[in-house]
């Protein structure tokens, strides 16, 4: 991964893409993406089907091609089914590159320092005070290229991600990201409070039977305990 010199350093962008299809089949359209991504240079990364009781699937695949060829495989796209919605997402990563590249350089020559230091340890507590040292700056740079390995792959490899749909499921405000989980939301929303008044008017006509039966017990209820107390003679007055 060049960087160029030290005053001036290499772009290094990461990029990807988020692509909503409709398609009529699922299957066969995540077929050819899988053949789409072998003729790019790439592959599948990870792929989820799913199939509904009424034969509605969904599906969302990932496959990942070679940076140069994202542009051309957007495209191609277009060739599986109708595009709904596509995101492009291009971060700027030469800053985070360039650090760890230096990093693992100075970790490597600190190693080299140390690995010389233990061939001239004078005693077996300073051979193992350096040994313990070297170790945890092994392990650090391994690290260290452990995530300049991830930050290289990044910027080579472009990932789509594709969703696939079919023509019922989608919609004028079929969408993904915020728009989409704010969509999901609401739909929610409106379904629960549908089912809410659902409720209400299922109980409703049960609810006036009861009032129409309670009031008249009540009334007489009333009147019994009036007629208990009219009933009921005073108590007589009290003599100073």
């Known amino acids: 991964m060049p960087t160029g010199t030290d005053s001036t350093l290499t772009p ?3 990029r990807s893409a988020e692509v ?7 299957m066969v359209a995540a077929q050819r993406l ?3 991504a072998s003729a790019a240079g790439g592959q599948v990364t990870a792929e989820s089907l799913v199939l509904d009781a009424k034969d509605q699937s969904y599906s969302a695949v990932v496959i990942s091609v070679d940076a140069d060829k994202l542009d051309s495989t ?12 596509r995101v492009i997402n291009s971060e700027d990563v ?8 230096a990093r693992v350089a100075a970790l490597n020559a600190s190693i080299q320092r140390l690995q010389e230091l233990s061939k001239k340890a004078g005693s077996v507590e300073e051979l193992v005070r350096v040994e313990t040292e070297l170790s945890n700056r ?3 740079r391994d690290s260290m290229v452990a995530q300049q390995k991830w930050l290289s792959g990044r910027v080579a490899q472009s990932q789509i ?9 989608a919609g004028p405000l079929q969408t993904t990201g915020f728009m989409g989980g704010l969509l999901a939301g609401w739909n929610a929303l409106v379904a629960t ?20 039966i309670a009031l008249p017990l009540l009334f007489w209820r009333r009147r019994v305990r009036a007629r208990k107390r009219q009933s009921v003679p005073d108590p007589p007055p009290t003599v100073d």
């Open 161 to 169: 991600s594709v969703q696939l749909i079919t023509p019922e499921q």
């Open 193 to 212: 409070g549908l089912t809410l008044l659902t409720v209400v008017g299922a109980l409703l006509p049960f609810a006036a039977v009861a009032l129409l």
């Open 138 to 140: 092994i392990a650090e």
């Open 34 to 36: 899988r053949e789409l």
């Open 74 to 85: 957007l495209t191609a796209l277009a060739e599986v089914g109708t595009v709904e919605s």
């Open 94 to 101: 030469t800053t985070q590159v360039a650090d760890v590249n």
């Open 20 to 26: 909503s299809l409709r398609v009529t089949d699922v």
């Open 12 to 14: 290094q962008v990461a």
